[in-house]
C-alpha cells in the first residue's frame, strides 16, 4: 500500500526534544507528521518536504521555542506565518 503523505512535516533546528514534543501534539490530534531526525539544513529539508508533496512544513528552532510561536511555510506559496501550536493544529485540521 501506498504511504500515506505527512500533512505536515517539522524541521527542528537544533531543539530536537522539544520537536519531538510538538510532533506528539500534531500526531495526538491526528495530523500525520513527518519529521527530520537526520539534522538536515533547513533548505535541504525543505526540498524533500518539496519532494514528497508534503503541504506544509514547521520549523521548530530556539527563537520559536523561546516567542512560543512556530513557522509554519506553505510549501506551494512559500508563505510562512509563526503561530502558536494551539492555532497550527487548528490550521491543519480544517
Same mark, same amino acid.
Given at each position: 500500500?501506498?504511504?500515506?503523505?505527512?500533512?505536515?512535516?517539522?524541521?527542528?533546528?537544533?531543539?530536537?526534544?522539544?520537536?519531538?514534543?510538538?510532533?506528539?501534539? =500534531? #500526531?495526538?490530534?491526528?495530523?500525520?507528521?513527518?519529521?527530520?531526525?537526520?539534522?538536515?539544513? /533547513?533548505? &535541504?529539508? !525543505? *526540498?524533500?518536504?518539496?519532494?514528497?508533496?508534503?503541504?506544509?512544513?514547521?520549523?521548530?528552532?530556539?527563537?520559536?521555542?523561546?516567542?512560543?510561536?512556530?513557522? =509554519? #511555510?506553505?510549501?506551494?506559496?512559500?508563505?510562512?506565518?509563526?503561530?502558536?501550536?494551539?492555532? /497550527?493544529? &487548528?490550521? !491543519? *485540521?480544517?
Amino acid at each position: 500500500s501506498k504511504r500515506t503523505v505527512a500533512d505536515v512535516f517539522l524541521i527542528p533546528i537544533g531543539v530536537l526534544k522539544v520537536a519531538l514534543d510538538v510532533v506528539a501534539k =500534531l #500526531r495526538s490530534a491526528e495530523i500525520n507528521t513527518d519529521v527530520d531526525i537526520m539534522g538536515r539544513g /533547513i533548505s &535541504k529539508n !525543505l *526540498q524533500y518536504a518539496d519532494s514528497l508533496e508534503i503541504p506544509y512544513a514547521l520549523i521548530v528552532g530556539e527563537n520559536e521555542v523561546t516567542a512560543g510561536k512556530y513557522t =509554519l #511555510r506553505e510549501m506551494d506559496s512559500g508563505k510562512e506565518e509563526k503561530l502558536p501550536i494551539t492555532k /497550527i493544529i &487548528k490550521k !491543519l *485540521q480544517s
